[in-house]
């Protein structure tokens, strides 16, 4: 019920044009669960094509989510060309580190594969958010609340599945009732803080920041965005020169 109803407010509230990354990512998570329950009806829960149902579609769910995340960091970090512009070749480098790890170390076995890119970008996401909670709080950048309380329902899930699935590699089937149990209590504790975030959404969206001269800064508030400012500029500037150079 709860996947049925988040994606349904985020469509009755017309937020999917805002969140269209995580509006997709909840349905391709809906279409997951219908698709394996229909396996599992039909073919039993223990069942070869149940197995491949499940972990096939998870490979895409993952993907999903992490392009949930991206949109997430987006969304915050974008009025900062410079600062965002590095953010984002950060994400790209890690996303195709992921893939590049499961291919080396899956080989031929696509279970395998999976798996290490579901763990890879699922301790990925889990490590980008914390990071930008932490660049959040000590650059003072402003968070509209809803934004925050996705982040950080996207940032505990992210945290518990990398936890689970360690531990699933390590037990192996000796584990599976356990790791369904922790994942699903999770993925609904999740759906909880995003639907609670949707409904509360407000329609104003937080006031951009702007980013006043260095002098300004020195006259009124020395210490609050002042390090913020220098930093977008140096990040702006060094980009500028590597393009610059490869051209």
């Not at 469509?11 to 509006?23: C, D, G």
């Not at 798996?115 to 950048?141: C, N, P, Q």
């Not at 980013?211 to 500028?240: D, G, K, W």
């Amino acid at each position: 019920m709860l996947e049925v109803a988040v994606p349904f407010l985020i469509a009755w509230k017309r937020q999917y044009r805002t969140f269209p990354a995580i509006f997709f990512y909840l349905l391709i998570n809906l279409l997951q669960a219908a698709i394996t329950y229909e396996v599992y009806l039909r073919k039993g829960y223990n069942s070869w094509p149940a197995f491949w149902a499940y972990w096939i579609s998870q490979g895409v769910v993952v993907a999903a989510r992490w392009a949930a995340v991206c949109e997430l960091c987006r969304l915050i970090l974008g009025q900062f060309k410079g600062i965002w512009a590095l953010t984002w070749r950060v994400l790209a480098l890690l996303g195709s580190s992921a893939m590049l790890l499961a291919l080396t170390l899956g080989g031929h076995n696509l279970i395998k594969i999976i798996s290490t890119f579901d763990l890879s970008l699922e301790i990925s996401m889990g490590t980008v958010l914390l990071v930008f909670f932490l660049f959040a709080r000590y650059y003072k950048v402003v968070i509209q609340n809803s934004l925050r309380t996705i982040a950080i329902a996207f940032c505990l899930y992210s945290l518990f599945r990398a936890f689970n699935d360690l531990v699933l590699q390590t037990f192996l089937r000796s584990y599976t009732s356990t790791w369904n149990l922790v994942d699903e209590t999770t993925y609904l504790a999740t759906l909880v803080l995003l639907g609670s975030a949707v409904y509360l959404l407000s329609s104003v969206s937080v006031p951009r920041v702007v980013l006043l001269p260095r002098s300004a800064y020195a006259e009124i508030t020395p210490q609050v965005n002042a390090r913020l400012l220098v930093l977008n500029e140096r990040l702006s500037e060094f980009l500028r020169s590597k393009q610059a150079g490869k051209a």
